[in-house]
């Protein structure tokens, strides 16, 4: 730690990753600023990380373990936490065996760098337990594994050296603004932009072209695009030969969606769809850009991950420079890992094989989107969580289900910085650190292949790494033998062995992080890691799993064409999750700072639909679904179409998820409907 001077880090308050200067006087942090330096955000940094100085040590930061007694928490020893639940673990082990332990993560876990969860995964594997879970369920795993199944891994839009850029379900400024920032530089050089979306974003209103998207629907529209690109012969016919499996079955598939009916199921117009299909087809390199899950949460969202890298495929923007490229990762690391010792097989593995496994190799994590109801059952096998920076009371689909699910467990850990409503439930609560505190090694591939290793610069009360809890738990638990290091560090330092970098090197030598030379037309030299070596247009291990082997488009299971004998009760359509620079998820409501500029959520309404229902700009409003209501703030606006309703989440006064459910939508994965649902308004009484 030092007391004076100015560290170089990267912050973790959300996916941006951008590089901070912060400025210690006395032992405090002072001040924050951005990293000139720093490859991805060269200098920016937003409103929530110019607040890290507060944040740090805001009054209501939980800095000591507590345990939950006769209803009220009383502060404890990091020995009596750690004794507590390890007597436990072992006691249920034995009773009701490994499987009985669940651990389920939140995003901070892995925005926070590697080693927290790669000790936790390590730990569970040694305990027996195969349920790791995490907030992926329902986040960006669907597009992964559907990335995957048609590529054999996933791979980003090099957007910053395309000609065409095409964003899908991003409001970037406020989701992801170091892309936004690009994007914009990228349309000086003379780059085209086309954003589709429900809402008219800040980069909808400086685009070439806008498609405003009916939600739920963009499967569709990719089906569209390629019937345009594929009959005019707008597509790469060398790349397809060369580099694709199933081209004539798609080719014929895609004829089931021209552009007329694409047009009636997306509501956007005919010549737009042509238009969009033609750009994208004939104006290279392009590539598209896709939202962290605003595409993947609905009921063919997921085959949004088959769509979109076959656009890339058939028009040859496929690994060269402003297509889809790979992702650049360290040359060789230990694996951590000791799967072997596992016996069981995880929770819904067989409901959703391919989340688990696919050709043999481990796909990370499974799906948990039926925990409410699994808990709430007479089989319930699960006695023990371990929930660690998530709220899922609040970011759950069905808040009220999973309140009452998450009561049935006999024993829960609250791993996190602040008390919130899932943690209210908990039995034990352990102090993290924040990430201005803990050593940690970042990789980032989402605008350019970047690694950093992060140092702690300050200490708050007695808080503590998250891998330092899992590392002395499997001490006390007796696991020694597979947990030989002393601290977080030297198991950084074991995990980056085999690789071209250590941690000495890194924070002496590089103290503002290090990019990974990116490297071109591997693929297309090599093979892809597919069974075929090629792109797999049509899957047959999709069809041998009973799946479609091309790709789809189903209706929301909710939405007027679905449900046209729910519209006369619920007539809008409720998208949620619309982003704030302000805010992540449902962080941040407690920096005062911030919530003076943003005090209570708002519903954008389009002011004819308002009007409709007698709603004027500022009133509060009661949106209702058949899951339950909420009363909300209106906000008018144009940016909307006549007829949505967007609300955004993570907010205790006007909980969005109250109206959503957990049904999951998509077969493959298992994931649930966010996005597009039916609602009705009407003027608070
Ligand atoms: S956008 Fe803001 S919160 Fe996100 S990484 Fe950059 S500075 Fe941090």
């Given at each position: 730690m030092i007391t004076d001077g100015v560290v170089k880090t990267s912050c973790a308050l959300c996916t941006g990753r951008c590089g901070l200067n912060v400025h210690v006087r006395d032992g405090k942090i002072v001040k924050v600023e951005g990293m000139p330096e720093h490859p991805i955000s060269r200098g920016y940094i937003c409103p929530k990380a110019e607040t890290l100085p507060e944040q740090v040590y805001l009054p209501d930061r939980i800095i000591h373990p507590m345990k939950r007694e006769n209803g009220s928490w009383k502060r404890i020893s990091w020995d009596e936490a750690l004794d507590t639940i390890a007597n436990k673990l072992k006691e249920n082990k034995i009773k009701y065996g490994p499987e009985a332990l669940m651990s389920f993560i939140g995003l901070p876990v892995f925005l926070?760098?590697?080693?927290?969860?790669?000790?936790?995964?390590?730990?569970?594997?040694v305990y027996g337990s195969p349920n790791y879970f995490s907030v992926d369920s329902m986040c960006y795993r669907p597009r992964l594994v559907l990335y995957y199944l048609t590529m054999g891994q996933l791979m980003r839009p090099e957007v910053q050296n395309s000609k065409l850029m095409v964003i899908v379900g991003s409001d970037a400024d406020n989701s992801y603004p170091p892309m936004a920032n690009l994007i914009r530089e990228n349309q000086k050089k003379g780059s085209k932009l086309i954003v589709i979306d429900p809402r008219k974003t800040a980069l909808a209103k400086d685009a070439d072209m806008f498609l405003q998207i009916r939600p739920g629907t963009d499967p569709a529209l990719w089906l569209g695009m390629m019937n345009v690109i594929i009959s005019e012969g707008l597509y790469d016919g060398e790349f397809v030969e060369k580099h694709t499996i199933g081209f004539d079955m798609l080719a014929e598939h895609v004829k089931e969606y021209p552009v007329e009916k694409v047009a009636r199921i997306t509501w956007i117009s005919e010549e737009q769809i042509r238009t969009a299909a033609r750009l994208f087809a004939t104006i290279k390199p392009a590539s598209i850009y896709q939202g962290f899950n605003s595409l993947d949460e609905t009921t063919s969202g997921a085959q949004s991950g088959r769509g979109i890298p076959m656009l890339h495929a058939i028009t040859g923007n496929?690994?060269?420079?402003?297509?889809l490229v790979p992702r650049m990762m360290l040359k060789a690391v230990s694996n951590v890992r000791l799967e072997h010792m596992i016996k069981g097989r995880a929770l819904w593995e067989d409901k959703y094989p391919l989340m688990y496994k696919l050709w043999g190799r481990p796909m990370g994590e499974g799906q948990m989107m039926d925990l409410p109801d699994l808990l709430q059952s007479d089989k319930n096998p699960i006695k023990a969580m371990v929930i660690e920076c998530t709220n899922p009371l609040m970011t759950w689909p069905d808040s009220n289900k999973v309140a009452k699910a998450l009561k049935q467990v006999e024993f829960i850990v609250y791993m996190g910085q602040y008390m919130n409503s899932t943690a209210e439930l908990a039995h034990i609560f352990l102090p993290t650190q924040g990430p201005l505190e803990k050593s940690d090694f970042c990789i980032d591939n989402r605008i350019t292949p970047y690694i950093m290793m992060k140092k702690p610069i300050v200490q708050i009360g007695e808080c503590w790494h998250d891998a330092t809890f899992w590392l002395q738990l499997a001490k006390r638990m007796g696991y020694e033998e597979y947990f030989p290091w002393n601290n977080s560090d030297e198991f950084i330092d074991y995990w980056l062995e085999p690789s071209e970098v250590t941690f000495k090197m890194l924070t002496e030598e590089k103290p503002e992080g290090m990019p990974l030379e990116m490297k071109y037309g591997t693929l297309l030299k090599n093979g892809f890691p597919t069974?075929?070596?090629?792109?797999?247009?049509?899957?047959?291990?999709?069809?041998?799993?009973?799946?479609?082997?091309?790709?789809?488009?189903?209706?929301?299971?909710?939405?007027?064409?679905?449900?046209?004998?729910?519209?006369?009760?619920?007539?809008?359509?409720?998208?949620?999750?619309?982003?704030?620079?302000?805010?992540?998820?449902?962080?941040?409501?407690?920096?005062?700072?911030?919530?003076?500029?943003?005090?209570?959520?708002?519903?954008d309404i389009h002011p004819e639909t308002a009007k409709k229902y007698g709603i004027s700009d500022g009133d509060m409003i009661t949106i209702s679904t058949r899951r339950g209501s909420i009363d909300i703030k209106a906000h008018l606006t144009e940016d909307n179409f006549p007829g949505l309703v967007s609300v955004p989440h993570g907010w205790v006064e006007a909980n969005v998820n109250i109206l959503t459910y957990t049904r999951p939508a998509d077969p493959v994965t298992g994931v649930p409907n966010m996005k597009a649902m039916l609602c009705k308004v009407e003027k608070k009484k």
């Open positions: 926070d760098g590697v080693p927290g969860w790669m000790m936790l995964r390590r730990f569970l594997d496929m690994d060269i420079p402003g297509g069974p075929s070596g090629k792109v797999e247009l049509y899957s047959e291990t999709m069809w041998q799993f009973g799946y479609d082997p091309l790709p789809t488009y189903k209706e929301p299971y909710e939405s007027p064409v679905s449900r046209p004998d729910l519209t006369k009760e619920y007539p809008l359509i409720l998208t949620t999750g619309q982003r704030n620079i302000l805010f992540l998820h449902s962080q941040m409501r407690n920096a005062p700072t911030l919530r003076a500029k943003c005090p209570e959520p708002l519903a």
